[in-house]
């Protein structure tokens, strides 16, 4: 269990797949506390939103989020160790950056016919997946 959540070895395009839709499994406890969060303050009105707004649900909301995240980076790791094996790290520090702009545009300009500049984006983030997904790495056993 403790490999899966290690950023050492690599992985192949079918398994970063698989792992990518297990990062979705993840979260269903984010999505589940987001929900008990949302379904408490829209019972009452603004002051009851005050009232709920604790550090018990800031806190539980942030470690929820945690495993899947972590989870997703290293995953996100193996993948560019497996393609690119003599610049590893630095291609995942520019991919990840390249993710943090792409998801803060698209978030603030919207995307299709809204933002130009964010449907760019956001395709440019649908080929980096498509790519790491179908890729040959050349590595004949992957041990990620």
């Known amino acids: ?22 990062s979705i ?3 269903i406890p984010f999505f589940i506390i987001l929900m008990l969060f949302l379904g408490i303050s ?7 939103l005050k009232n709920t707004f604790t550090p018990f649900w800031v806190i539980s909301i942030i470690i929820s989020l ?22 590893k790290d630095k291609i995942f520090a520019g991919l990840i950056a390249f993710e943090i702009l792409a998801d803060y545009i698209v978030f603030e300009y919207g995307w299709g016919s809204e933002s130009i ?28």
Not at 5 to 12: A, H, T
Not at 42 to 48: G, I, M, P, R
Not at 67 to 77: C, K
Request: glycine share 6%.
């Open 42 to 48: 829209t019972s009452e009105y603004v002051e009851a």
């Open 66 to 87: 945690i495993p899947a995240i972590w989870f997703g980076i290293a995953t996100y790791y193996k993948r560019v160790a497996a393609l690119f094996v003599e610049s």
């Open 117 to 144: 500049i964010g449907s760019f984006f956001a395709l440019a983030t649908l080929l980096i997946f498509v790519y790491m997904v179908f890729q040959n790495s050349g590595i004949e056993e992957h041990e990620g």
């Open 1 to 22: 269990m403790k490999k899966f959540f290690q950023f050492s070895e690599s992985i192949n395009g079918t398994t970063y797949f698989l792992r990518c839709l297990f």
């Open 25 to 27: 499994v993840l979260s």
